[in-house]
């Protein structure tokens, strides 16, 4: 067999990909929108290859996947890959992609992916059927809504309604959750079915606007959204690692059962933890979340694992070598 590159395509952690392909030896690939060359040449000591394309349905091009075949390339999917790729797309790709397809699919529907969550025995917060009666603050969740744009609150169901004719809002499309208070954490995992071992590699925070500058004014003056502009690293007082671990092994577990073979790689919950350290899983991500950004040079968490640096991107070229060293590149690929 030629020897295997790792491809992604030019948004989300692509450096972060790329930078850990390298230091694992691999060549690596970039399929790059032509307006973004300028931007990822800056970095071109991390890119062997560059396949440009003029927009995102280029991907689909035979020319394109015969590139990337004949490099032997591995793609990455990251947060920005199943919405430029199309989830109609996502099978007809040629090359193989690091991780498991199916759960990429399973995460674009936010009602398949609460309903494995709770299925798996992760608490989640409570979901409202539009004709229900209102009993808490909820968050109402439009489908295909990018880093929590559009998102909005309601305190009972006159005050929904009311939201939902003013923005034009068809609530049969949209998920009615309970709105739960406490602090939001996102905890960043890696499953290697190679070595069979769950890693907790990270956690962070997202800063949202408007809501995490409300709380700047002590007075009301303006209805809170939820648009994701960065992460901030956080660790987890350390009695709750037994509730994050045990979740992620119920996560990795289920997922085996009902979307064999189950998550490979890298997998995100999204939490808020209550004042009584409970954790209400609202989210999760089957893939590389850009919260894995903050540590390109490891977090605390990845260096109890590996004396290295050990960065998300990192962690999958490392698990691509391994698999290669056994003979299992298959398995890790769909
Ligand atoms: P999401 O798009 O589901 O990741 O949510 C975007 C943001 O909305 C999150 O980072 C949280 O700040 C907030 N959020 C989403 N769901 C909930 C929930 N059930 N309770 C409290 N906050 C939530």
Redesign the pocket.
């Known amino acids: 067999m030629s020897k295997v590159s790792v491809a992604t395509i030019a948004s989300h952690s692509a450096l972060q990909i790329l930078m850990g392909a390298k230091q694992e030896g691999f060549e690596t690939v970039l399929i790059c929108l032509r307006d973004r060359v300028s931007v990822y040449k800056r970095f071109s000591h991390l890119i062997d290859h560059f396949i440009i394309i003029n927009n995102y349905n280029d991907i689909m091009r035979s020319n394109v996947q015969k590139t990337l075949l004949d490099l032997n390339s591995i793609i990455i999917p990251h947060g920005s890959f199943i919405e430029y790729v199309g989830i109609n797309n996502i099978y007809d790709l040629e090359p193989p992609v690091f991780g498991n397809r199916k759960l990429l699919e399973w995460e674009s529907d936010q009602f398949k992916k609460l309903a494995l969550l709770r299925d798996a025995g992760i608490p989640v ?1 409570r979901t409202y059927s539009v004709n229900e009666d209102i009993d808490r603050l909820v ?1 109402v ?1 439009l489908p295909g ?1 990018k ?2 744009r559009g ?1 909005f609150l309601a305190r009972d169901r006159e005050e929904l309604l009311s939201k939902a004719s003013y923005l034009e809002i068809d609530l049969n499309n949209v998920l009615i ?4 208070i406490g602090a ?1 954490m996102y905890f960043h995992y890696f499953y290697s079915l190679v070595l069979d071992r769950l890693e907790l590699l990270g956690s962070d925070l ?1 800063y ?1 606007s408007n ?1 995490d500058g409300l709380k700047r004014i002590p007075f009301r003056i303006a209805d809170p959204t ?1 648009t ?1 502009v960065g992460n901030i690293p956080i660790v987890l007082r350390e009695s709750l690692l037994s509730k994050v671990f045990d979740y992620g092994e119920r996560f990795v577990k289920l997922s085996k059962k009902r979307i064999p073979p189950g998550v490979i790689g890298p997998f995100c919950l ?1 939490a ?1 933890c209550t004042s009584d350290l409970d954790i209400i899983v ?2 999760f991500s089957g893939r590389i979340v850009a919260g894995t950004n903050l540590y390109m040079m490891g977090s605390p968490y990845s260096w109890l694992y590996f004396s290295e640096p050990m960065s998300m991107g990192r962690r999958i070229a490392r698990e691509i070598k391994l698999a290669i060293e056994n003979n299992m590149l298959s398995k890790i690929t769909s």
Do not use: D
């Open positions: 917060p968050i969740k809504a880093g929590g998102y959750q309970e709105y739960v939001p997202r949202e809501v939820f994701v999204e808020i609202f989210e």
